[in-house]
């Protein structure tokens, strides 16, 4: 599958808004391209620099922007038409020209290209007390002995850097203790399904409402030695598919929902059918601006706030099922 990469340019100051606004239609991977960064570089009283990489010259000499991709299909046209929506929106209320220009360059991208360029950003990290989080194409130093997960993207996106997945890997390395049952809604590429698998859980639940993620999700799962009937994985919305609910089934000790708000929200009248008792739902994707809210409609589905981390803005919670 091809992509379709937006190059949308605003203001240093405006970056972290505007990704939070476009997060909350479902874009959670960027690029950010800020001259600003490059004046800080410079600025840095603590190096004296012979040298600057070609890469951090062009930041002097680019119009601040922010890079993102949608799939080059029908779901990706009507993503792209949201995204434009949300831009118009913005400007129309932008009477300061806080945002700047807000225009967009599109670009056709293939599936091939995208990959490789993701490449240059995703390295390996540790998270929690035992995980370490690695692309295939990077080795990487243990002396710590932490549980190795291996992800990659391929035409999904979930790697881990971004503070929401990066929150709920958290909570899985603090939650999972061996033997639970989990179900994964908006899986994208199953970091999060095969994190809690090689953290000990008896098996994982995948859903997503693009066959490619499930695909991705299933082979990254693959990749980390799990598969079976260890692994189940769906291609659905459980919001409006009564005959996916019934796959799915109930008996999970823990939910995982790393999406955004609305998505949330619309889900939340099913999360209690596939708990146990007193099961977990860990979810993220959520900025503060719309917590409340979020927070309020699980509680009025009988869920108990357990725990609520915040994290530059982004939030994940812990709810329990009463």
Avoid at 17 to 25: A, C, F, G, K
Avoid at 46 to 57: P, Q, T
Avoid at 148 to 174: C, K
Avoid at 254 to 275: E, G, H, R, W
């Amino acid at each position: 599958m091809n992509f379709k990469k937006l190059d949308i340019y605003t203001e240093s100051d405006a970056v972290q808004v505007l990704i939070m606004r476009l997060s909350e239609l479902g874009i959670n991977g960027f690029e950010i391209h800020d001259k600003a960064d490059f004046a800080e570089f410079l600025e840095n009283k603590e190096h004296n620099w012979d040298y600057v990489d070609d890469s951090l010259m062009k930041l002097s000499e680019t119009d601040t922007h922010i890079t993102c991709y949608v799939q080059d299909n029908e779901q990706g046209e009507e993503l792209l038409s949201a995204i434009s929506g949300a831009l118009a929106e913005l400007k129309g209320k932008d009477g300061e020209g806080f945002f700047g220009s807000l225009e967009v360059a599109v670009d056709e991208v293939k599936e091939e290209d995208w990959a490789e360029n993701w490449k240059q950003y995703y390295k390996p990290f540790t998270v929690g007390r035992r995980l370490l989080i690695k692309p295939s194409w990077e080795t990487a130093d243990n002396p710590d002995g932490r549980r190795v997960l291996e992800i990659d993207p391929a035409s999904s996106f979930g790697t881990g850097q971004h503070y929401t997945t990066a929150m709920m890997l958290e909570l899985l390395d603090s939650l999972i203790h061996g033997g639970e049952r989990m179900l994964d809604l908006g899986t994208g590429s199953g970091i999060l399904s095969a994190a809690a698998l090689l953290l000990g859980a008896q098996s994982v639940t995948m859903t997503d409402i693009f066959l490619n993620s499930v695909n991705t999700a299933v082979e990254n799962a693959a990749k980390n030695g799990f598969g079976g009937e260890t692994v189940r994985a769906y291609c659905g919305n459980i919001a409006d598919d009564a005959a996916l609910r019934e796959k799915i089934g109930g008996g999970f000790d823990i939910i995982t929902a790393n999406i955004v708000a609305d998505v949330i929200i619309s889900m939340s009248p099913f999360f209690s059918d596939f708990l146990k008792p007193e099961g977990l739902l860990l979810t993220s994707g959520i900025i503060t601006e719309r917590l409340e809210e979020v927070t309020a409609a699980l509680v009025s589905q009988g869920f108990k706030v357990v725990t609520v981390n915040e994290r530059e803005g982004w939030n994940a919670l812990v709810l329990r099922k009463a």
